[in-house]
């Protein structure tokens, strides 16, 4: 059973830096697409970053230069690094993971797999 799990959310002042940390057990994350979502109250689930499995990224634009995604695959984690935090970055922030992608590596319907949240509030 494919199980992730999230950690690191917290608050933070505009400006700093949070990363966040998805454990996942049930499959070999190396052979998975990863990738990080979040959502406000009222809006759908906005792809944040995504990694393939041959490690290649992909960003929103919206956070492009700030978020960097990896993964360890000796520890089974995926990371998502995020620096020069905004308040517009406040969300609950979900990791993903699917066995296959056909198309956009941001779409949320793309993910089969899905941890419960982590939240992440950035205000002064």
């Known amino acids: 059973q494919v199980r992730l799990v999230e950690f690191g959310g917290g608050s933070v002042q505009p400006g700093k830096s949070l990363t966040l940390s998805c454990e996942t057990a049930?499959?070999?994350?190396?052979?998975?697409?990863m990738a990080w979502f979040r959502q406000t109250s009222g809006k759908g689930r906005e792809g944040v970053a995504a990694i393939d499995t041959e490690d290649w990224e992909s960003y929103a634009n919206s956070v492009r230069g700030r978020f960097v995604i990896n993964r360890d695959n000796g520890k089974n984690k995926v990371y998502l690094m995020m620096e020069k935090l905004k308040p517009e970055d406040t969300a609950m922030y979900y990791c993903?993971?699917?066995?296959?992608?056909?198309?956009?590596?941001?779409?949320?319907?793309?993910?089969?797999?899905w941890g419960q949240g982590t939240q992440v509030t950035v205000s002064s």
């Open positions: 993903a993971a699917a066995a296959s992608i056909d198309g956009n590596k941001l779409d949320n319907s793309q993910y089969t797999y």
């Open positions: 049930g499959y070999a994350p190396s052979r998975f697409y």
